[in-house]
């Protein structure tokens, strides 16, 4: 029994939930599906992408095809640093990483011994919570209100940790469109968060994979610009940026930036874990942005998904019974909805699935113990206009019966 | 101070000595290099990858640009299983990898408790010997001969082991053209180490980058197939082999073959680590197999290495003194160099930077405490004949000097 054999991390790993639910729908016919975190295949840009692919490894194929540095390929920072425009960044301060998890994953890795308190929000992104789960961190969710995590909720959860003795690391955050709920965390509440965790020696983690897809309203500062700008330091937050929804996650590469002594120990587990992301694809996301490709095409997915968006929330509101509420978000690609409290969304599911619309549903966001049951997540960029318009209506119908 | 923050296994990580090596190296002109691992440039197919790069993007783009299986490229893995035509198996005994480093990670994460045992070969290949220290394993290392791995001396470290209690994971070993020592262990001592660790109940990581970079002999059968053909175990061993030497290592693709419910295990790491290797890179591999372009490849990559392993072992027949010897590979991308006892590489790498010629102290090929210094690894795939021919020269002249 090769099972003899595992490690005790390995032992006691669950499988992936979503996977199960994932097969539980799977060769349903007609079934629509709000469930993945899928980007509109319309959105890739393939012919560039497909002319720079070949022209990286034509031009700079014994460079891109020979292994690669650890922290990342040179181009693709010099890119990154000009579009973020930080003066005060250099390449020390960036890594790439094989993906926005892979990035947290060494974040992880560096910074959690087993048992340290991690925070995140309540719900917060599952792909996330099974590196903690695997790191063996104490996972402690707070609740969000509709400005983003609450700190009253923190700070008693802090101090009641702290008198336990435990040893408390980072806040863990997606402070734009966040994924699962669709709320961003206003401009206040960043900075009192960013004061917090200053005050109380906690690092903080943030996760960008949405901020670019900003349909309507304003672009808030993220909290690594707010903690460089207006509090001068480099250290309080590592973020993570993803290209997935931009320029398709096939392509696995992310960056992370932050202290240099932090993204050094990243890269020295990158070092060890993959040697380096893929090289190719890593000059061919240097080459988007050199030709000009990303800015142009950031604001085109924004327009693509703009009725995606207004039909699900107009179908929401058409054909939800009056028990039930949902974010309205801005950007992003999910949106929450909750349901009256007796209602249980993991049954749910299973008779959704028999009216042919499905989701995921909201338990899955929390960690184990501190679950809520009665929310669920859509995502609204993977399905056409007629797919959401059926989709909600089933799915409308179905609570109606439910609350009859 | 960040530092603070670090985990237990951050804060003891020891910084790559390689590189520190190629730092102490860098910007020294008209120095000949045998340090690295890597490749010839002129290996790597530059056209065909270019257009196949470009045609996955095109064709299948919806596809390879959206999120992929954590266990790989379905029709790589299609091609995978044609190549090596093993009829048992299927597609859940493969997984694909971001490199072979990450398939060894993945092995080790699902295997290994720390203090758990890991022997290894002396010396072994520097980037896996980091792995298992960043996962904590004690890592014991067997001397080798001119046929392989020693076994009565693993057979006297497992006895003595076993006595003190302490739990046996594993044999990591590279059977063919061995980095960095250049032997391939022979066909009777694959059998004795098979037999001898099924009767141990230890398994086998088999490490196998360059078995088809074959450039003279006849091919000899991998550990892992012999153990499915001639023992009709699928188990014992766990084989993991590198496009890294045929295609380029900065596409990051490798792949794992064994026991599925170990593989799955490594895919449910690599869902948390990566999500999935970069799904462009994978099923442009998946094409140049399609497209019958791998086996002229390798024949292709062989020819040309000939003259560059002949070039190298000429040099070192007329260059060095007596009292040196060194490894006849038959080919990957190594020889191996053992000095006489007094003489300590780690010095003569500062000695042979003033006379411009590098390579890699041999030392750093083995587990910390267990190390040998009268050795030295030479590269043979990277420089031209003229470099080798001025290099070797430069280095046999400092020996004499040094023995004068």
Known sequence: MISNYF???TKVMKSSLIRELVAATKNVPGLISFAGGFPSPATFPKETLSRLYSEVVVEDGRDVLQYG????????KDELLKWEGYSQLNHDNLMTAVGATN?????????INPGDVIFCEAPTFLGTLVVFDALQADVQSIPMDSEGIDLNALSAKVKQLRAMGKNLKFVYTIPDFQNPAGISMSLARRRELLNYCKAQNLLILEDNPYSRLRLSGEPLP???NIALNEMNDVSLVTEIVSFSKILGPGMRVAYAKGDKELIHKMVSWQQKVTVSPDCVTQRVAARFFAGGYMEPHIKWICEFYKPYL?????CLSEEMPKTVSWTKPSGGIFLWVWLPEEVNADSLFYQAKDHLVTFIPGSKFYPEGQEKYNCLRLNFTYSTLEQIETGIKRLGGLLKTIKA
Chains 1, 2 share one sequence.
């Open 103 to 111: 990035a947290i994953y060494y974040m992880g890795r560096a910074l």
């Open 7 to 9: 490690s005790d991390t």
């Open 222 to 224: 993220t909290l690594f």
């Open 69 to 76: 540095a650890s922290e990342g390929d040179g181009m693709l």
């Open 310 to 314: 207004e039909k699900m929330l107009n």
